[in-house]
């Protein structure tokens, strides 16, 4: 079992920035992406970003060029730099990882994110 932990959320006004982090630990293998998705009330949970152990990633349309996902692999921990942030950026942030050939899918608890005008 893999144990994700989220952090870094909270209120923020627009325009400015926050850091999400997310540590992994447990019975941790062969992880092949670590991401953050959101979901806002009403909303269905989005991708935001995500990244692989090899550095590579992808980013929603709405937060490239404001976010950026990176990574720890020896600290088994993925991180989102949020800069220019919107009120439209407001919603629980979920971090993921994926493991293995089978993609064993693992969710952390989520972290709230407010961004007010």
């Known amino acids: 079992q893999v144990r994700l932990v989220e952090s870094g959320g909270g209120l923020v006004q627009a325009g400015g920035s926050l850091r999400l982090s997310c540590a992994a630990s447990?019975?941790?293998?062969?992880?092949?992406?670590m991401g953050w998705y959101r979901q806002a009330p009403g909303k269905q949970r989005e991708l935001v970003a995500v990244i692989t152990t090899g550095g590579s990633t992808n980013y929603a349309d709405s937060v490239k060029g404001r976010f950026t996902i990176s990574r720890d692999n020896a600290k088994n921990t993925v991180y989102l730099h949020m800069n220019s942030l919107k009120p439209e950026d407001t919603a629980v942030y979920y971090c993921n990882s994926e493991h293995g050939n089978i993609r064993v899918v693992y969710w952390g608890q989520g972290t709230q994110v407010t961004v007010s005008s």
């Open positions: 447990g019975s941790i293998f062969s992880i092949n992406t």
